[in-house]
């Protein structure tokens, strides 16, 4: 009951499969129907897999199918959204306890309860791009079409081999369907990390040879050849990192008959791959027309806000079309607007954020978790400020925590205090948005504003807006070329172009001249940190740099408070990562016992190795 209602609502027009294709797939998927279906069904319904691919239009709807098992990562707390690890990382916390991430983050997961649903889907998702690739030839149809559907077939099931490879490691690469009577035992045996990554790179070339580069506004949401690279170059960079590249950690993890599943020594040349092949991309992509976005008005923080609003603007690469959508909305938004406050950003979020001047606020935290301040860059915590921003960020009275910030903040993190479609926030205690002893409320005293419509939605009248998912974006790439780069060459010229158009579009200044290659390494992790906030980069982010046991805890303002002893640094959660064990997923224990004999647990989570 807690959080039934945070399923939201899925108009049907986001679905594209038909009646006459749903009986066909539930048996494809191992979904049993009722005697009342069969007998309530439209002629044509009883579609065998011959009949699906002896029309085009059948063929088309089938194709259309697979993109349904791409995840629904706008949905941070239902797991079913197949997004967990915005909430595992240190960028947010919830105030609900059903959801996977609450067992990420207390360390309780184990193989016996670990989340099904991400492999159950990516596994459904091969299946079908299997049985597609396998049968497409028999379609009766124009053959640079036929390309096409190819070309979107085989970046699909790259894709959902890379879901699975960023949690687990090492996986089984499955090219072929299985009928049900063949020996399943292949299917347990894990392939050596490099040769996943292989094939899912090179899958991403054989799709961008058989797409366009961009489509048009009426086919919004299909792959294209943009789609496949920004893909082959986020796989590259993950594999220069440090937690597949040469991990000490993984140096004896070996399958059953012995072959080492992970490199055993670093090869710098590996970020000199995905630099050059990301910059590939950048020139290829920029030259078909994306780029950057920027609002008509140009005001920084709105360059940013209506980045994430404004579907399919000229930076977004590759998107999941989630159509009217209401989930997120309520999940974000305060209680006194009709919300749920259940997506709260951390302190360390929001320590993240530079000041306007491009000068950085914390530098780092004491043994007890409190902050180093910044002498030098104005910062304060103590105080209220007299007047209100000139560009209108804030009003008069704000917290000093929060004045004088870059604009990235303002458009991404809701704070008590801050205006919210025309209504001043409070989230003290007892007041309107504050906790009142129900489920419902901001654990830290923030809400998440990022990805929120201001404008087109209003919950209590029931007004909401198509809504997109990004999974690639251009800014993401300028920041991929620009952390590869510098880990190959150290901080030449174009390590900082790319870093300082991404701040340049938020109206900071460019970073200093003369960074080492660390310092310049550390200024990219925060830059990718506030950039790239809440959007499933953080976990992924931290893990494969090996920084994720770093976070002991998070922290917001004290929610307990009546008065503005509210605005106090307070703990909210420690919180447990186990290194290196936590770095990978276990697999669940069901798949294990398939096959003990083949199939190897990864390394922590129990079993020989």
């Not at 697979?66 to 995840?71: E, L, T």
Request: some cysteine.
């Amino acid at each position: 009951e807690e959080k039934s209602k945070m399923s939201g609502t899925i108009s049907p027009s986001s679905f594209t499969i038909k009646g006459k294709l749903i009986t066909l797939l539930m048996i494809l998927l191992g979904v049993n129907t009722s005697c009342a279906d069969y007998l309530d069904k439209a002629p044509d319904e009883d579609l065998t897999l011959d009949d699906v691919f002896t029309r085009e239009n059948y063929a088309e709807q089938f194709l259309s199918s697979i993109y349904w098992n791409m995840p629904w990562e706008l949905n941070f707390t239902n797991d079913w959204g197949h997004n967990p690890f915005v909430g595992a990382a240190d960028e947010l916390d919830y105030p609900y306890t059903n959801c996977f991430a609450y067992f990420m983050n207390n360390g309780s997961w184990t193989p016996d309860n670990v989340l099904k649903d991400i492999s159950n889907m990516a596994y459904q998702g091969i299946r079908k791009t299997n049985i597609f690739l396998e049968n497409v030839a028999k379609v009766p149809m124009d053959e640079s079409k036929r390309a096409g559907w190819i070309g979107e077939a085989t970046f699909l099931r790259a894709f959902f081999h890379f879901q699975l490879l960023r949690i687990y490691g090492p996986i089984h690469i499955t090219e072929k369907v299985f009928d049900p009577n063949e020996d399943f035992s292949e299917l347990c045996k894990r392939m050596p990390l490099d040769q996943c990554v292989d094939f899912i790179t090179n899958e991403c070339d054989k799709a961008g040879g058989m797409l366009k580069m961009k489509e048009g506004a009426d086919r919004y949401g299909r792959v294209t050849k943009a789609a496949a690279m920004a893909l082959k170059a986020r796989a590259l960079l993950y594999r220069a990192s440090p937690l597949w590249n040469g991990n000490p950690d993984y140096a004896n993890f070996t399958d059953k008959e012995g072959n080492h599943l992970f490199p055993l020594s670093y090869e710098a040349e590996r970020w000199k791959i995905a630099a050059e092949y990301t910059k590939t991309c950048i020139d290829e992509m920029e030259k078909a027309g994306y780029g950057l976005y920027y609002a008509p008005s140009g005001d920084p923080m709105e360059n940013y806000r209506y980045l994430f609003v404004e579907n399919w603007n000229k930076e977004i690469i590759f998107a999941k079309n989630v159509a009217i959508y209401d989930q997120m909305e309520r999940a974000a938004a305060p209680l006194s607007l009709g919300g749920w406050s259940g997506l709260c950003p951390t302190q360390e979020l929001v320590d993240a954020y530079e000041m306007a001047d491009g000068t950085t606020p914390i530098l780092g935290y004491n043994a007890d978790g409190s902050p180093i301040i910044n002498s030098e860059s104005g910062y304060s915590e103590e105080g209220f400020t007299e007047e209100a921003d000139a560009e209108g960020y804030y009003p008069e009275n704000t917290f000093n925590m929060f004045v004088d910030r870059e604009p990235r903040f303002y458009a991404t993190v809701t704070y008590s205090g801050a205006y919210w479609r025309g209504r001043q926030i409070d989230f003290r205690m007892g007041a309107p948005d504050g906790r009142t002893g129900g489920p419902d409320y901001t654990t830290t005293g923030y809400l998440m504003r990022k990805f929120l419509d201001e404008d087109g939605v209003d919950i209590l009248r029931g007004v909401f807006v198509n809504k997109t998912w990004n999974y690639f974006r251009l800014g993401e790439l300028y920041l991929n070329y620009a952390e590869a780069l510098n880990e190959a060459s150290g901080p030449v010229d174009d390590v900082y172009k790319y870093v300082n158009l991404i701040r340049k579009r938020s109206g900071l200044p460019g970073l200093k001249v003369g960074l080492s290659q660390d310092e310049m390494r550390q200024k990219i992790r925060r830059e990718r940190q506030v950039e790239l906030a809440l959007e499933t980069h953080r976990y992924f982010d931290c893990n494969r740099w090996k920084i994720s046991d770093q976070v002991k805890a998070v922290h917001g303002m004290d929610i307990g408070a009546r008065d503005n002893s509210f605005f106090k640094r307070t703990l909210v959660e420690e919180r447990v990562f186990e290194a290196p064990k936590h770095y990978l997923w276990p697999f669940h224990q069901d798949e294990v016992n398939k096959n003990p004999d083949i199939f190897v647990q990864n390394p922590g989570w129990g079993g020989i190795n």
